[in-house]
């Protein structure tokens, strides 16, 4: 009898109830079902995973496939040049996008920087629709402005940084900023960024409070923001007040740089505000004591007292006798005598002696006089009596009768 030849029977394999597929029967025996705790997914799925190992060049991430995946260094992150240990820790969580389920060597490659970068570009695209900002860390400073790592490269320009220009771009490094997207090119990777947008936003509502707290009269304090040849704009905690040249002393100012730098911390006084097109102008002499004051509390006409020239014109000079306190030496009263040309008598600078001849408080004019003052008051002599003879003015010639005076004395007697 010949023996048959079967093949052999391959055990049934039974899903067990309640493992959810993780536990299978076979024989009665129960094992793992290894095959349901393969994660699956394709090329270009982005899966989650835990950092098993720390290399030089690479990390392990164990997500849930037969092997563990492969991130190599230059798919960490979107820095030029990255040491893992900075990037990952052990056991993190971290999501990755498939590369190549295996490569030549069998290996799951994967990347972290690009399943952020995808992750990225889809919070981005969302950011501007919806006109809200994005937030990143300022990673480096390059020519024109700063890279801002927002799982993509975003290029914040110098000029979009602030309100106002910033001198040093190094400050920001490494800091977490907002800003919004003010430019957006998938297909060219190109996203430009605008912090100054953000703050202006935020300065909109902080001007409206600032507005309906300031009132006219009121003494703020402020830091010098910019200086322009009219003046010199005040930032008051969120919004520019202006104070015009004219407002800036007592005494004459040729620019506001003379008296005022940017980022000085000064006292302002509140002169008015525009509600409607929110300006608010501002006055630093309102808080300095005025030296008009004191020229009507000290002085009086007929005062001498010295002072300084601080311009010629053609019809006088203009004298200081207090710092702020100018008053004018007319043509007429620099001299005794004619003056054709002030600048023949007096000069920018030159110390001279005057008398007041007039105040006038209310219109804050003060007229000088150098040859007043140069010159003492002259007497003038009492009129003579009207019965006394006046006094001759020539004596009267010797009567030609009169024997001429010797011209000789004679000679003395003999002895």
Known sequence: MEASLQAPQIPEALVV???????????????????????????????????????????????????????????????????????????????????????QDGRLILSKKRARFERAWRKI??????????SGAVIEIVKGGVIVDLGVRGFLPASLMDIRRVANLDEYLGQTIEAKVVELNRSRNNVVLSRRAVLEEERRGQREAILDRLQPGLIVEGQISNIVDFGAFVDLDGIDGLIHISELS????????????????????????????????????????????????????????????TKV???????????????????????????????????????????????????RRLSLSIKQAEQPARLVEPPAPEDEPPAAEDESPAPEDEPPAPQEEPPAPPD
């Open 125 to 134: 695209e969302a950011a501007v629709e919806s006109g809200e900002p994005v």
């Open 17 to 103: 109830e309640g493992s959810d597929g993780l536990l299978l029967e076979i024989d009665g025996r129960l094992v793992p079902n290894y095959d349901a705790t393969i994660v699956p997914f394709e090329e270009g799925d982005v899966v989650t995973g835990k950092v098993v190992r720390i290399d030089k060049d690479e990390v392990l991430v164990d997500v849930g496939y037969k092997s563990e995946g492969v991130i190599l260094s230059n798919e960490l992150s979107v820095r030029k040049s990255v040491d893992p240990n900075e990037e990952v820790e052990l056991g993190e969580e971290i999501d990755a996008l498939v590369l190549t389920k295996e490569d």
């Open 250 to 309: 007592w005494s004459h100012v040729n620019h506001p740089s003379e008296i005022l730098t940017i980022g000085q911390t000064v006292e302002v006084k509140v002169l008015d505000i525009d509600r409607e097109r929110q300006r608010i102008s501002l006055g630093l002499k309102q808080t300095q004591q005025d030296p008009w004051q004191r020229v009507v509390d000290t002085y009086h006409v007929g005062d001498e007292l010295e002072g300084s020239v």
């Open 313 to 363: 014109v053609a019809f006088g000079a203009f004298v200081e006798i207090l710092e702020g306190v100018e008053g004018l030496v007319h043509i007429s009263e620099l001299a005794e005598q004619h003056v054709e040309n002030p600048r023949e008598i007096v000069g920018p600078g030159d110390d001279v002696k005057v008398r007041i001849l007039e105040i006038d408080a209310d219109r």
